[in-house]
């Protein structure tokens, strides 16, 4: 459901295409270390308008998302 937003800051944030990133794509693979996340979901707050904590480890683009989606209800 957030994917594409991900996708999108996440392209922006590491200068790959959108494509390439799957919902398999861990953070590491990506190029994405801890500081990074929190400046990536400081983003997606923004642009989803919704507050955003982690209080979970997540380590794949698709974790985050289900992970968003269960937080919202």
Known sequence: MYFNAIAKIVA???GCEVSAV?????????????L???E???NLEDELGIEIELDQK??????LDKFIQSKQG
């Open 12 to 14: 922006e944030r590491t």
């Open 22 to 34: 799957k919902p398999e794509s861990t953070f590491v693979e990506l190029g994405i270390d801890s």
């Open 36 to 38: 990074d996340t929190v």
């Open 40 to 42: 990536l979901l400081m």
């Open 58 to 63: 997540v380590e794949t683009i698709g974790d």
